[in-house]
């Protein structure tokens, strides 16, 4: 799996204290991948994901060594699904992701409040009509995250908009 991040910005992890920066996973057979890449505000970290990768197995490698509670997929997709790499994640295949998906998040909560983690889908149609409504909402029982889906990159706050 390729690794890219913006080359000036120096983020310091301490030990013991695992990074909880945004996430953005960019899928490489988007045709504006390398402008996506550096339009992703410099506080987030950007990874893509390879046309031969398992976009899931990725995803949730990278998430399971984070604290990580905001999560951009932008991909392809289509009503109830969205390509990562040589994977889809899907309606039919909610079921076979189901543990890689629920391992994703940590509900962090402090007394009353509880700090929701939040996955941002971005891909064409991902959330569109009945397959697309009932994919959103078990993604969201799984995952226990706030899901947001949007065809347009302008709606999330996690690219400069310069």
């Keep these: 799996m390729s690794s890219l991040s913006h080359q000036f ?3 310091k992890k301490l030990p013991n204290n695992p990074d909880s920066r945004a996430i953005v996973f960019i899928d490489s057979q988007l045709s504006n991948c390398d402008t996506l890449i550096q339009k992703v505000i410099l506080e987030a970290r950007v990874i893509v994901i390879g046309l031969k990768d398992d976009g899931i197995r990725e995803i949730t490698r990278i998430l399971n060594s984070t604290c990580c509670q905001e999560v951009y997929l ?5 009503p109830g699904c969205i390509y990562l790499g040589n994977s ?3 309606l039919n295949s909610l079921i076979q992701y ?5 391992s994703w998040f940590k509900i962090n909560s402090s007394g009353d409040n509880v700090d ?3 996955l941002f889908l971005s891909g064409c149609d991902v959330a569109a009509g009945d397959a697309g409504e009932e994919f959103m909402t078990k993604l969201n ?4 995250a706030t ?3 949007s065809v347009s990159m302008s709606d999330h706050h996690i690219f400069d908009q310069e």
């Design 147 to 149: 899901i947001t889906a």
């Design 88 to 90: 889809e994640l899907s």
């Design 74 to 78: 932008i991909s392809h997709g289509s």
């Design 98 to 102: 189901e543990q890689k998906l629920k």
């Design 9 to 11: 910005f120096n983020h």
């Design 141 to 144: 029982s799984i995952t226990g």
């Design 116 to 118: 929701f983690p939040k």
